[in-house]
């Protein structure tokens, strides 16, 4: 089909439970604490976007990088009404795409531009590479005219700009202090899109994402699950479903200058996920593999740099968000038997 009508012209080795402080939250402060970054890239903008009567108007979401998380946004709004625009570099990407109800835009200057126009929400997958953040490489003139005209614009960041903090807990006022050249990135992007006057910014730190099609079960299935053992690292990680409907929350109720860690209440060991993994399965526990002696890829070594607990109290005292999965023992339940359902 033609790309876009839009066109222009883990159950072993646990560490101890550590108990985690309750966090307090000041939502007439900024979001952000300055981190070796210096100042918040983000200052509260209340009066940001126009006054809402989404109502009396179509809906049109605008997702730039509409990869995993954003399909699953998308079950939720399609449904709803809503129009979703979703940019794609392929032919082949563009047609699952419209398979899937989204109108696929190509991303080009024109169709971007042309797309963005028509765009009441935007939502913001597509990470920073080696050049800087390539939605606003594209966009930022544009993005800024229209900043006062969008009713909400979601960033989807990581939970990697704390840094390491050696298993203790980190919530939205930790200072920003990224020991990967990924997290580094991230934080500059943050700052970019914050940097915008009047845009109705919101920044959400995604935990590992886990879901349909993203779980331990083919690796364990496949004999090549390994049980990668550091002595006091631990992960936090969210179901797929549970960062819609935390996105959903928000376009519902907007909080602009709002920064949101997403992810579940169980931060764990990796090596507990992939045991569990196997026990569901009813398969043998993967052996144990010291990170040490592990072969692993420069990049899958780069995350086990950091460790640490994320704390998610401010998503849901603010958006009432009551995860569907609050641990990861729930949520691979539910990924096994929905696979039997299929």
């Known amino acids: 089909m033609p790309v876009a009508s839009i066109s222009g012209n883990a159950a072993t080795n646990s560490e101890p439970s550590v108990r985690r402080p309750?966090?307090?939250?000041?939502?007439?402060?900024?979001?952000?604490t300055p981190g070796r970054f210096g100042t918040e890239p983000y200052p509260a903008l209340a009066n940001s976007g126009p006054t809402p009567h989404l109502k009396r108007m179509t809906q049109t979401?605008?997702?730039?990088?509409?990869?995993y998380t954003a399909r699953a946004l998308a079950r939720r709004l399609l449904p709803q009404g809503w129009r979703i625009l979703g940019t794609t570099r392929t032919p082949d990407a563009a047609d699952a795409l419209a398979a899937m109800g989204i109108e696929p835009v190509l991303w080009d200057q024109t169709a971007l531009e042309a797309a963005l126009s028509q765009a009441t929400h935007v939502l913001v997958s597509a990470g920073p590479d080696e050049r800087g953040d390539p939605s606003l490489r594209m966009l930022t003139e544009q993005i800024t005219q229209r900043a006062r005209d969008l009713y909400w614009v979601g960033y989807l960041s990581t939970t990697g700009v704390y840094g390491d903090h050696h298993g203790a807990w980190v919530d939205e006022t930790t200072p920003l202090t990224?020991?990967?050249e990924r997290g580094i990135k991230r934080v500059e992007a943050e700052a970019e899109w914050g940097a915008i006057t009047g845009l109705p910014?919101?920044?959400?730190r995604l935990a590992g994402i886990y879901g349909p099609g993203r779980g331990p079960f083919a690796k364990v299935r496949a004999g090549t699950a390994r049980r990668i053992i550091k002595p006091g690292q631990v992960f936090s990680r969210i179901h797929v479903d549970d960062i819609a409907q935390a996105l959903e929350l928000s376009i519902i109720s907007p909080n602009p200058g709002a920064v949101y860690n997403l992810c579940d209440d169980d931060p764990a060991p990796p090596q507990d996920v992939i045991a569990f993994a196997a026990e569901l399965l009813n398969m043998p526990t993967p052996p144990e593999i010291h990170f040490d002696?592990?072969?692993l890829s420069p990049m899958a070594?780069?995350?086990?740099?950091?460790?640490?607990r994320v704390a998610n109290d401010r998503a849901k005292a603010e958006l009432g968000l009551e995860l569907l999965y609050p641990d990861y023992q729930t949520g691979l339940r539910a990924l096994l038997t929905a696979e039997g359902k299929s």
């Not at 910014?201 to 959400?204: A, D, G, K, N, Y």
């Open 22 to 32: 309750t966090p307090t939250f000041d939502s007439t402060k900024d979001a952000a």
């Open 301 to 308: 070594r780069s995350f086990y740099a950091e460790s640490k």
């Open 178 to 180: 990224p020991t990967t």
């Open 61 to 67: 979401l605008l997702s730039l990088g509409h990869g």
């Open 201 to 204: 910014l919101h920044v959400f």
């Open 293 to 295: 002696k592990a072969d």
